[in-house]
């Protein structure tokens, strides 16, 4: 950006400042499927943004309940005074939650909802007099967000290496459940690997039961590269934690809001978590929030000692903001209205075809897809783990489509109104843009 005048005072995340300074790509609006870049390109959208904007971008109903709210009210108090939104958005979430999960608190983001849980169960476990459950259990290739609980249970090393002295004591991780070797090109989810998850139990032996609070998984992986539970291995997890007492949390900031073909991925593969998180399409990616739900019976164990007490010392500025709640509650209408969570499952057989195409390609050594989501992987290039899915997104953005690069991996996930000829334009680009890299 070398004509820009202000390149160097942005410090992009999650980004390589440099390199994207000197060719950067700028989107300047959206419109459903498409963003148009700076130069009035228009880029089909394969990612909704970054997993966020299910039901596509700039939808009017949003739009209009975000600037009708601002104008009216555009911040309220939530610590010991209230408005009714938050109320109203958290029946909402109940209504369409796994049945027993139903109370909501909310949080702005992925990585505040992952932290927030774990400090819900950790304080739980004292409020139920376990209080020696301190321990906390995650997953390798996990991603969580980036608090220092979230990296702590979080499984992917560049972003826990510079922090290592940092992250939070008493944290084990379970084994990650990709194992290309067994599994590679299997449509849905893999046969092998449900084993995986009795790792939990030589955990509980090394440990103690008595000494661990929560264990902690994404129901399906996204940042990682798309990793799919195995068959059995959720129903595992939860015969696990359910027998030695200790919570389980489902981090289902991607796979919540219709991702996986259901509300949430809990209820795709019916396996209900103690605690499940959220965020990104719970607003279409408009106005930042998270939230954190729970059963009743967690909740409930907070709620005693004197009513003047306040039962959780937990919670943002921004917890419920009345902006946010307007955006959330004209997203979820239109889920509903357009029946979007339906419409993943619907189009999952046509989505899986298109990206199976792709299988003969140079390179592709594995396809995994479930829901409207997508993962392709490469062989690692000579020039390291990275360097060949990168070069692939950048072909594709320039040949007109927007797609994630996560290590060797690329991963699509469209907003949840994608037309089978989109999805057609998709692989299309997506097909170029493998071929040229090679
Ligand atoms: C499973 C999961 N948890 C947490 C996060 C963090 O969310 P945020 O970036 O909103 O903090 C993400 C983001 O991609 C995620 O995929």
Redesign the pocket.
Same mark, same amino acid.
């Given at each position: 950006m070398a004509n820009h005048p202000h390149a160097e005072h942005f410090w992009m995340p999650f980004t390589a400042n440099r390199q994207f300074k000197a060719n950067p790509r700028l989107l300047e609006s959206a419109q459903g499927m498409y963003y148009t870049d700076t130069s009035g390109r228009q880029v089909i959208d394969g990612t909704a943004g970054?997993?966020?904007c299910n039901a596509g971008h700039s939808r009017p109903e949003i739009t209009e309940a975000v600037s009708r709210q601002i104008a009216k009210m555009d911040f309220a108090p939530t610590f010991q005074m209230g408005h009714p939104l938050p109320f109203e958005l958290a029946e909402r979430l109940v209504e369409i939650a796994p049945p027993g999960i139903s109370r909501v608190f909310f949080t702005?983001?992925?990585?505040?909802?992952?932290d927030t849980a774990l400090k819900v169960a950790l304080a739980y476990q004292r409020a139920i007099g376990q209080g020696s459950r301190t321990r906390l259990i995650g997953r390798e290739l /996990?991603?969580?967000?980036?608090?220092f609980g979230?990296i702590s249970v979080g499984g992917m090393g560049n972003n826990r290496k510079a922090f290592s002295s940092a992250l939070l004591p008493g944290v084990d991780h379970l084994p990650h459940t990709l194992d290309m070797q067994r599994n590679a090109f299997t449509r849905g989810l893999p046969e092998h690997g449900a084993e995986k998850a009795d790792e939990l139990e030589r955990l509980i032996t090394l440990h103690g039961a008595e000494n661990i609070a929560a264990v902690i998984v994404?129901p399906m992986?996204?940042?990682a590269g798309v990793i799919l539970p195995p068959l059995g291995y959720l129903q595992r997890l939860r015969e696990i934690t359910r027998k030695h007492g200790i919570l389980l949390i489902f981090?289902?900031?991607?796979?919540g809001f219709g991702r996986v073909g259901k509300a949430f991925a809990a209820q795709r593969w019916g396996v209900t978590p103690d605690i499940l998180?959220c /965020?990104?399409g719970l607003t279409n990616g408009a106005v930042?929030m998270?939230a954190v739900l729970v059963s009743d019976e967690i909740q409930q164990a907070f709620m005693h000692g004197p009513e003047s007490a306040i039962e959780f010392f937990h919670g943002y500025t921004y917890s419920g903001h009345p902006v946010a709640c307007a955006a959330a509650l004209a997203t979820l209408d239109i889920y509903q209205r357009e029946q979007l969570f339906e419409k993943a499952i619907e189009l999952e057989d046509y989505w899986q075809d298109a990206l199976f195409s792709l299988q003969d390609l140079p390179n592709v050594t594995d396809i995994r897809s479930v829901g409207l989501v997508g993962g392709i992987q490469f062989a690692t290039h000579a020039d390291g783990v990275g360097k060949r899915a990168y070069e692939v997104f950048r072909q594709c953005f320039e040949d007109g489509l927007l797609a994630r690069a996560s290590g060797d991996t690329i991963a699509l996930s469209p907003a949840l109104i994608v037309e089978r000829e989109q999805i057609d334009a998709m692989i299309e680009r997506l097909a170029g843009a493998i071929r040229k890299v090679g």
């Open positions: 970054l997993w966020c702005n983001s992925g990585s505040e909802s992952a /996990a991603y969580h967000g980036v608090g979230g994404e992986s996204g940042s981090d289902e900031v991607i796979t998180t /965020a990104k930042p998270g």
